[in-house]
């Protein structure tokens, strides 16, 4: 039983930060119907932003208090989501904007996308450079157990990431849901023409688009980074992940997307290791297939994903 | 929406500019920090002097685009573009290529400063490297355009005149320079400048010649070649007979270079049989005569009969050339003259030149006679004289190119270097068969499929399994020669493709695209995780791969000697495969493609068997994967399953969107320029650097040209409409890109 908590555990972990970043793809998604392959880019973004203020704050972390390490990690969060913001906002301008000015063929949109993902990471890996192993600071006891479920320990950082990833994917949903900004970016995904008519900034909206799903990818990678490690090349499995848990729930789909993205964090990291046989089944190597082959069956069996497509148009 | 902060666009474009002129300071700045100081290769680069020079290009930048309306009439003037090419290119000559290899960078700077401090050097290349190269530099370009700006006939063809005289010179003092200085040379610098001259010397020349207003160079090209269809290679082929018979060596056994006369006097009374004796001494230049007056009675009588005749004497004499080096290199490595050891070694560029320039005349003699055919009219407007003689122009250039294009590719890559050789059969060879393949599901179908790299890995390691290379055997009736193999991985590619298309395919784009990436993955964690035992793992096969064996009992050729020798077995299998597929692009099948990828719903109703026809692109594409699988794998002998990452899957996509979605030639040329310019880079940017410039050729491409290189006429009427005008012209309203097929 605690084998197969502490796997939940780290499923939940890991699917939130899939979550944050397949906000992101579901929401350029929704508004553009176009994939945005770079995401996975600025996601890397957020992480070596973030890195140099925090870095800049609290140098090596070796003297930094209770309370100052709360503030450092709410700066991290921002500055991360910033950076994101900013690097999802310039994508789209250099990118795509011109692209769609001149009504380029859809695939043309991916190419752009996946120059500007070489461009970025490659530009990220020789500005700061190309190690495998780069770490936050420590200026807190991450490992710390806070508590125990049915004999699992949930650490302090897996609790900061679940908490902080839902505080933004409810932040986000009230945003998209109550507010103008949230209305034009349905009004848009529903139907970009009419929506226009009626007197939204389709160029305003999709660019704010951007702006929030680059604020998610952001943090996440802020959080990601802590977590674990960070490098120029890390955005691009966490954002294939993402991107299958956008498909899962649903591409276009703002809670599909946090669904989806959790439940590809607790099946990759329950179903290879099958925590409740005792002993290995397939083997922790088969994550990454475990992970594809559901995707595969649930679209094969349900095409549009788990809860549809409600923001974007169908078909 | 809430308070509206907008700037004036003049600001934000000024703001663009700079930002993008400090990103380019960045990326061909200093080279990574470290853990300890992150910010080191940022602030080397941008907190420092030269930052004022790119900022001073941006703001350049920026000046252009705001004052496009005063520019615009100057830059339409005739020959200004060539000149902006001519300076762009001397540019590059000059901060990019190398211009002598052993020498440290090897970059013009460096060989400059050598050449000062040595002496008993050709005095001329003291004056040319001293100062000679910055006037020219400066002073052509500015010399050409004030001549183009008061439109002084005289003064542009003093500067044309000047322009050919400083590429002479560039050739020749560069050519002394290094002879005098020995050493392995491979250097493109020297050559680029010189090309850059001649660009500039033509523009001179057309401002001096024009009597137009404004430039329409797409239309004089077309003009050109309507002309007299197959005049442009029919000259093209004699500037290069004749440099190859007078100029070329054709044989450098000792390091020496023999020339075509000093070769047939090295073999007089050797016992070289009379076929290739004569070709040595006269036969050559009687053929090469022959030809070019054949050739040239074609294009200007625009006689169809001469133009086959002229193409079937070039290729006769293409016969008899390529006898003659076979002949001469086999004697001399028998009788040990120089280092050969069997025949074709040693060889200089002269005889392939020829071979290249006979059939470029004879290409030319084809492309008249194909013209006076008269039959094909291109689909699309062609309304009245001028549309014919715009179809005729722009289907001739492209089958003019194309014609060339196979010319060079025959011949050229005997007289390349091993590494380009090399880089030619394993990379750039399989990408353009692999591109060609995935066009026909992306292109033609109009599915995107981010896996194909999976079918490419079945294919390999099939025919590893089947040529006992795997720790898993086969039984001993079933093991192959990787030629045999290829029906077999073809099969088994095919089933692979129906297995995965059959219960996906009805899966919209987006999500097609998404499962077909996880399959790509999952058949790569599968090789690399090994169950059974099967694939070996990470390590890659167990034995290699044996070449490729031809027994016919009395004649028996293995490949693996040479790349070269595989990069012609590749040329026969892409043959085959290009004229399998454009057979396939106008059948019944082809055109089913084309009615689900533009409107799926309406192609139902009109009896297409939709899901069948989807198959059968997954199927086909599939198949052509595995052939180059083969292909890879009986070529490289040893690979693993780093050899089919998720990263080649998206290139192969790139490749087929960069040459143009849908045609043929396209994808073709996208993948060779593709594959390409990392090897070409490779000499002039750092390593790491390179993926970072690819992608910044992709994304600019995308954002000046989306249709790609060479669009297919389908896919460009569908982005232009069929009266081919301006795209940029379309309201700002349709945020949306209009919804294509995939």
Known sequence: ?315 | MNRRVSLPPAVTRLMACLGGSVVLAMMVGRQQGSQQDYGLAFRESVLDVRIIGFLLLGVLAFLVITYREVVTPYVRRPGVRPLVVAVLVLVAAFFLMKWYDPLGDGKFGTLADAVAQTSGILPLAHVFFGWLWWVALIGLPVGTFVAIAIRNRRLAWIMAGLSVVLAVLTLVVHARSVAFAGGVDHSFGATTAFIGFLILAGAGVVAARSQEETAKTRAFVEQVMAYRPGLPLIVLGILLGLLALVLATWLAPRGDNLTLVDTSSLFSGSGLDGLATAVLGWLAYVLFAVVAVLGAAAVWLRSRALGWATAAAAALSILAVLYTLYAITDLAADQGYGTGTGPWQNLGTGGWVLCIALFTVGAGGAVAALQFQGRRGPEGSSDGVAGRLHDAGRSTTIRSLALFGIGLALFYPPTASGFWQQSLSTTIGVYVLLAIGLNVVIGWAGLLDLGFIAFYAIGSYTTAYLTNSLPVKPPSWLALSPLWAIPIAIAVCLLAGVLLGAPTLRLRGDYLAIVTLGFGEIIRIIAVNNPGNFTNGPRGVSDPVPHPVIDLGFVRFEWGGTSLQYWYLLLVLLAIVIVLFYRLEGSRLGRAWAAIREDEVAAQASGVNTTRVKLMAFAIGASTSGLAGVFFGSQVGFFNPQNFVLNNSILIVAYVVFGGMGSLIGAIAGAAALTWLPDFLRDQVPAEDRTMWIGAVLLIMMIFRPQGLIPARRREAELTGLAGHDIAARPSVQAIPASEGV
Do not use: C
């Open chain 1, 1 to 315: 039983m605690s084998d197969f908590m502490n796997y939940l555990i780290l499923g939940v972990t890991r699917g939130s930060m899939y979550a944050l970043i397949a906000l992101g793809y579901t929401l350029v998604y929704g508004v553009l119907q176009l994939i945005n392959f770079a995401h996975s880019e600025v996601f890397m973004s957020g992480a070596f932003g973030s890195f140099l203020v925090v870095h800049a704050v609290v140098g090596d972390g070796s003297s930094t208090s209770g309370v100052e390490a709360v503030l450092v990690l709410g700066l991290g969060l921002v500055s991360g989501a910033l950076t994101g913001a900013v690097i999802a906002y310039v994508l789209e301008r250099v990118a795509y904007r011109p692209l769609r000015k001149r009504g380029a063929p859809k695939l043309a949109f991916l190419i752009s996308a996946i120059g500007a993902s070489f461009l970025l990471s490659q530009l990220f890996g020789k500005l700061f450079n190309r190690l495998g192993n780069n770490r936050f600071p420590s200026y807190f006891n991450a490992d710390r157990t806070l508590f125990h479920v049915f004999g699992a320990r949930v650490t302090l950082l897996q609790v900061i990431i679940v908490v902080a990833a839902l505080l933004l994917m409810l932040f986000l949903d009230r945003l998209v849901s109550g507010t103008k900004l949230g209305r034009g970016i349905r009004a848009t995904a529903e139907d970009a023409p009419t929506a226009a008519l009626m007197g939204v900034d389709i160029d305003r909206t999709i660019s704010r688009t951007f702006i929030i799903g680059g604020a998610l990818a952001g943090a996440a990678g802020f959080l990601f980074g802590t977590a674990f490690v960070f490098s120029n090349t890390m955005g691009f499995i966490p954002g294939i992940k993402a991107f299958a848990a956008a498909v899962l729930g649903g591409i276009g789909n703002i809670r599909g997307a946090m669904i989806g993205g959790l439940l590809l964090g607790i099946a990759e990291n329950l179903i290879p290791t099958a925590p409740w046989t005792g002993t290995a089944w397939i083997g922790i190597q088969w994550t990454d297939v475990v992970a594809f082959v559901i995707l595969i069956l649930i679209l094969v069996f349900r095409p549009t994903g788990i809860l549809g497509e409600r923001l974007g148009r169908a078909a």
